[in-house]
């Protein structure tokens, strides 16, 4: 089975009454920054009324390494992501795209390998006192499982700045209430069902370990500054555009510590576009900077993998 994106039409859009066509796809479009937000500012995103719609999955597999995660339930989402977003980003929202290239990246959708990754970080990679990076982290639920943790500091990447302080920044705050109560008698809901809840806002205090960007990669480095490297990197159905490889790679090569490890969740191919774990593995072991192996295929249907980079090691001479 192969998978396809939804992407977004080229004709007039049909949902919420917005007309005309969606801008042309192009990247670029957004300039890298850093986003601070006060704890007033996170609470006028989040709070309606007395709380806010949320949603609880249960991450990492079943079993008692199972960590329950709170994040903006759809509609919430949907709802702060078009609140104040530019206009291509609103109208690909409303049209209900899984992305457009260059306009919106897909954050306000969680796919189905983030599951996959978590699962495995769960199980086999140690994630205290690390720092780490979730690259391309939309809702940013693999940097919330790392900081769940003990990850001593945890960034947050996405391409739209929309999604940063519409979905990423309220979910990382959302992280604390609720998560360590045993499930109900009779195990509670199984892994990967959603259930609805209505709780106050909690204040965390985890903020202070995470910093968040948006942009494109090509300039990510530019407001990340370089000032020190990543032990841990996560990514998660970021390889569906072949065009983005060299941007990404470049990324990963000057952000990754020496004897880190990126850890990578992606469909083997993406119908439509092209990309996939095949294609990536070739362009990278062209340009002889990484290790790349796959550690893990999931194959119900449709053909999942985990694979890990390392930098390579220098020849002795």
Same mark, same amino acid.
């Given at each position: 089975m192969e998978f396809k994106f939804n992407f977004a039409p080229a004709g007039p859009l049909e949902a919420g009454g917005a007309e005309g066509p969606l801008p042309e796809a192009g990247r670029g479009g957004e300039g890298p920054r850093e986003h601070r937000l +006060?704890?007033?500012?996170?609470?006028?995103?989040?709070?309606?009324?007395?709380?806010?719609?949320?949603?609880?999955?249960e991450v990492g597999g079943p079993g008692p390494g199972t960590l329950r995660i709170r994040h903006l339930g759809a509609w919430a989402a949907e709802r702060a992501l078009s609140r104040g977003a530019e206009s291509g980003l609103s109208a690909a929202i409303?049209?209900?795209?899984?992305?457009? +290239?260059?306009?919106?990246?897909?954050? @306000?959708?969680?796919?189905e390998c983030t599951f996959d990754l978590a699962a495995y970080l769960s199980a086999t990679v140690p994630l205290a006192g690390r720092r780490v990076? &979730?690259?391309?982290?939309?809702?940013? @639920? @693999? $940097?919330?499982?790392?900081?769940?943790?003990?990850? #001593?500091?945890?960034?947050?990447? &996405?391409?739209?700045? #929309?999604?940063?302080?519409? *979905?990423?920044?309220?979910n990382v705050s959302l992280m604390e209430a609720g998560q360590d109560e045993p499930p109900p008698d009779g195990g509670g809901e199984p892994p990967g069902r959603w259930k609805q809840a209505r709780e106050p806002l909690p204040?965390? $205090?985890?903020?202070?370990?995470?910093?968040? =960007?948006? %942009?494109?990669?090509?300039?990510?480095?530019?407001? /990340?500054?370089?000032?020190f490297k990543y032990d841990v990197?996560?990514?998660s159905e970021t390889l569906y555009n +072949?065009?983005?490889y060299g941007d990404l790679h470049g990324v990963l090569s000057s @952000?990754?510590?020496? &004897?880190?490890?990126?850890?990578?969740?992606?469909?083997?191919?993406?119908? %439509? *576009?092209?990309?996939?774990? /095949?294609?990536?593995?070739? =362009?990278?072991?062209?340009?002889?900077? =990484?290790?790349?192996?796959?550690?893990?295929?999931? &194959?119900?249907?449709?053909?999942?993998?985990?694979?890990?980079?390392?930098?390579?090691?220098a020849k002795p001479s």
């Open positions: +006060p704890w007033g500012e996170m609470e006028r995103l989040l709070e309606e009324e007395e709380g806010v719609m949320v949603e609880e999955v409303a049209s209900h795209s899984d992305l457009v +290239p260059g306009v919106y990246e897909g954050g @306000l959708k969680i796919w990076l &979730d690259l391309g982290c939309g809702a940013g @639920l @693999l $940097g919330i499982l790392a900081l769940r943790r003990g990850a #001593a500091e945890v960034h947050f990447q &996405d391409y739209n700045a #929309a999604v940063i302080e519409g *979905v990423t920044l309220p204040r965390t $205090g985890m903020l202070s370990r995470c910093r968040f =960007f948006s %942009g494109d990669w090509s300039q990510f480095g530019k407001v /990340h500054g370089g000032s990197i996560l990514m +072949p065009d983005c @952000l990754l510590s020496q &004897d880190g490890v990126v850890y990578l969740a992606t469909k083997a191919h993406y119908f %439509g *576009v092209g990309g996939g774990l /095949h294609l990536f593995e070739s =362009f990278v072991r062209q340009k002889e900077v =990484f290790e790349i192996q796959t550690v893990k295929v999931i &194959d119900d249907g449709l053909r999942r993998c985990i694979a890990t980079m390392s930098l390579r090691k």
